[in-house]
């Protein structure tokens, strides 16, 4: 059998996407999974070690050499959205999985570019819902709502979102090979706002959106308190927690992980994964930066290469 081919971005180059691409190329167990091709800066990728014994490139040339310490800037965030919007189109046309390396929220704004980060132009480039979620060995949770201030989240939650959400979910799961999933579903407030004493959204929102999702067969508990899911999912009451907000999911995850964690956007076209971290600015360049996420996030697309997400 063939080995897959997995399309890598090398993210921003002058965060640590670049050198945490190449030690991942380097790594046995991704050299005997996949054919990795690589959509990036070529004097980033090279000077953090790259050749093309280790993957075929795609080059995404820079117009100037940027020097100085590592920042976020206007060239970076150009080179590494086209390098991002090359591996979606690809990935439309061919079906191959999509990694993606960190790119920096900041350099993108810098650049005019008017997403907010990869999920939000992975959606609007595929037309999909795009769900991010994140798999750490036995724990895996999702997110209702994703970069947005604590203070918008309220508004955003409708028993729309909840349900859709909590339904793209529970089929990522199904893919994963967990058959009928049953999953968690934090609170937004403390205790699950005690029956209404301290916020509406339990009673308005979540709990309808819980019932009408049992009622349609789904295997949903909550809304939960959030120390409590978190221990039950950590025990494996559940095979997944739907999470509210952006730390209510990632505070756990990256707290309780015994192995490295893989962001997911399911519900695309193409299985789309990614390092749980970002830029690192302040250890780019040093050769103090750790590929294992890049690693396990290169060798899950690689073996769920042939799956439709």
């Given at each position: 059998m063939s080995k897959p081919v997995v399309l890598i971005t090398a993210g921003d180059p002058l965060g640590i996407g670049p050198e945490i691409t190449v030690q991942a190329l380097q790594h046995p167990h991704v050299r005997q999974a996949c054919v990795p091709v690589v959509i990036g800066e070529p004097r980033s990728l090279?000077?953090?070690?790259?050749?093309?014994?280790?993957?075929?490139?795609?080059?995404?040339?820079?117009?100037?050499?940027?020097?100085?310490k590592p920042r976020p800037t206007q060239l970076g965030g150009r080179v590494s959205f086209q390098a991002v919007e090359t591996g979606i189109k690809l990935a439309l046309k061919t079906g191959f999985p999509l990694v993606t390396a960190p790119i920096n929220k900041q350099s993108w704004r810098l650049a005019g570019i008017p997403f907010t980060g990869h999920t939000e132009?992975?959606?609007?480039?595929?037309?999909?819902?795009?769900?991010m979620m994140f798999c750490a060995g036995t724990i895996r949770c999702a997110l209702v709502t994703e970069h947005f201030a604590l203070a918008d989240v309220p508004q955003l939650l409708t028993i729309k979102r909840v349900k859709s959400c909590a339904v793209h979910f529970i089929?990522?799961?199904?893919?994963?090979?967990?058959?009928s999933p049953n999953i968690g579903v934090c609170a937004l407030?403390?205790?699950?706002?005690?029956?209404g004493?301290?916020?509406?959204?339990?009673?308005?929102?979540?709990?309808?959106?819980i019932r009408a999702l049992r009622r349609q067969g789904y295997a949903v508990k909550g809304p939960l308190?959030?120390?409590?899911?978190?221990?039950?999912?950590l025990h494996q009451t559940y095979d997944g927690l739907l999470c509210m907000y952006h730390d209510q999911a990632l505070l756990g995850l990256k707290l309780a992980a015994r192995e490295p964690a893989v962001h997911?956007?399911?519900?695309?076209?193409?299985?789309?994964?990614?390092?749980?971290?970002?830029?690192?600015?302040?250890i780019a360049g040093?050769?103090?930066?750790?590929?294992?996420?890049?690693?396990?996030?290169i060798l899950f697309a690689a073996k769920h290469a042939n799956q439709p997400n």
């Open positions: 090279t000077k953090a070690g790259f050749n093309t014994g280790l993957a075929r490139l795609l080059p995404i040339d820079m117009p100037a050499v940027l020097t100085g132009l992975l959606r609007a480039r595929t037309g999909a819902d795009g769900l089929k990522a799961l199904e893919k994963l090979g967990i058959a407030n403390p205790h699950a706002s005690d029956d004493k301290f916020g509406h959204e339990e009673n308005a929102i979540l709990t309808p959106a308190p959030t120390d409590a899911a978190w221990i039950a999912h997911i956007t399911a519900g695309l076209p193409f299985l789309r994964t990614s390092p749980a971290h970002g830029t690192a600015f302040d040093q050769h103090k930066a750790a590929p294992q996420s890049m690693i396990a996030a």
